[in-house]
């Protein structure tokens, strides 16, 4: 029976919610705004499914990219965080018939996983959401799909796409398994904290939120509110001066798990691995107008023969470790933030201003990181001047 007493040792992944025959386990939220499984030990029958699943109890072994490519799209790239590459795959396995998982923000700016089956709907899944998703019921749907015979591409977080494979077991034959390269997550009850925070401020809801607005800079990108009312109207803010942002960057805001992540460095074990090409200016620099390009690694020879179908796309071929340049997130472990505790205790305090306490643990860029950002920045600009 799953029990959770150190919760770096659950990733949120549910898996064991999924594959218990009884129907015992739950996920509930925690103090930091997490969720965790519960299980109930009085329906509980003892047969150890949910353990044989936790990508945590079974780690996988690191794998290595067998290919790399900086890829975009240019249909797809504008309203993409990067280089478009995602809606460009969707399309691709919707045209054979298949079915599309991946994370959209709902109406009410929670962040979930749904499923789609044509374009309209996967427009939905575009752009980062930088909270953890709620997988509802996608990894038994996903089942059943692939039991039917048809096609599914699922994209997800590495301990998410590893929690999935450990649920489907020998049923994952005609799964695409794509996943990020990740840093860790911050948790959807921070999120609808700073919402609220947000809406208090401005005297206003927030309708929509983009994580990554790249309409002034891709690498230097902003996030922007759009607010219900015409008063407060359209916020963009730098994402550097986001404290949402800024914290989640600093890795203050991270699931417990994502300290030690289970499925970092390849763990997942899924297909295809997208990114930012941060290493543009040096890897690929045909590509470095600042428009957003993709950073992709080829994993798997699915991966390889699904990436062979995607039509329209500009690539140039790089080695793994042009890709992984500045993506650290990918296989190295981050430090858990010496002031953390200390941040999410305050936040439980009565008649805290969430967002001024969030402020507060904002590190501000020393003058010598913003001078470097700004020379970049007009770097850029002279290059679109220049075309």
């Known amino acids: 029976m799953i029990q959770i007493s150190d919760k770096s040792k659950c990733c949120g992944c549910t898996a064991c919610v999924n594959i218990c025959p009884r129907q015992c386990i739950v996920m509930r939220r925690d103090r930091e705004g997490f969720d965790y499984p519960v299980a109930n030990p009085d329906m509980c029958i003892h047969c150890g499914r949910c353990e044989s699943v936790c990508p945590v109890l079974n780690p996988a072994s690191d794998s290595k990219p067998i290919a790399a490519y900086a890829m975009r799209s240019s249909e797809y790239m504008e309203g993409s965080s990067s280089g478009g590459v995602f809606p460009a795959l969707a399309k691709s396995v919707l045209?054979?018939?298949?079915?599309?998982?991946g994370a959209v923000m709902e109406s009410d700016l929670t962040v979930g996983h749904v499923e789609?089956?044509?374009?309209?709907?996967?427009?939905?899944?575009?752009?980062?959401?930088?909270?953890q998703s709620d997988l509802y019921s996608v990894f038994e749907d996903i089942k059943e799909y692939l039991k039917s015979g048809r096609k599914v591409l699922f994209t997800g977080t590495p301990c998410q796409v590893a929690g999935l494979k450990g649920y489907l077991g020998d049923v994952a034959e005609g799964l695409l398994a794509v996943d990020l390269a990740c840093h860790g997550v911050p948790g959807p009850g921070l999120w609808e904290k700073y919402v609220g925070a947000l809406a208090k401020r401005a005297d206003a809801d927030v309708s929509d939120v983009s994580f990554r607005d790249k309409s002034a800079s891709w690498r230097h990108y902003s996030v922007r509110y759009t607010y219900a009312s015409e008063t407060a109207g359209i916020v963009t803010i730098d994402a550097a001066r986001d404290p949402y942002m800024a914290l989640f960057r600093q890795d203050m805001t991270l699931r417990p798990s994502c300290y030690r992540c289970p499925a970092r460095n390849g763990r997942s074990h899924s297909d295809l691995t997208l990114a930012d090409l941060w290493s543009v200016h040096r890897t690929a620099p045909g590509f470095n107008d600042d428009r957003g390009v993709s950073g992709v690694l080829v994993n798997t020879e699915t991966g390889d023969m699904a990436m062979r179908e995607i039509e329209g796309m500009e690539m140039t071929e790089l080695s793994p470790a042009d890709v992984l340049a500045e993506n650290g997130g990918f296989s190295e472990t981050v430090a858990v933030p010496e002031k953390r505790q200390e941040f999410f205790d305050g936040l439980q305090v009565a008649?805290?201003?969430?967002?001024?306490?969030?402020?507060?643990?904002?590190?501000?860029?020393?003058?010598?990181?913003?001078?470097?950002r700004i020379r970049s920045a007009l770097s850029s600009f002279k290059r679109r001047i220049s075309k």
């Open 116 to 131: 789609a089956d044509t374009m309209d709907q996967v427009q939905r899944m575009r752009g980062s959401k930088y909270v």
């Open 351 to 372: 008649g805290t201003d969430i967002y001024r306490h969030m402020s507060e643990y904002v590190v501000r860029r020393p003058l010598k990181t913003m001078y470097k």
């Open 95 to 101: 045209d054979r018939g298949g079915v599309v998982f």
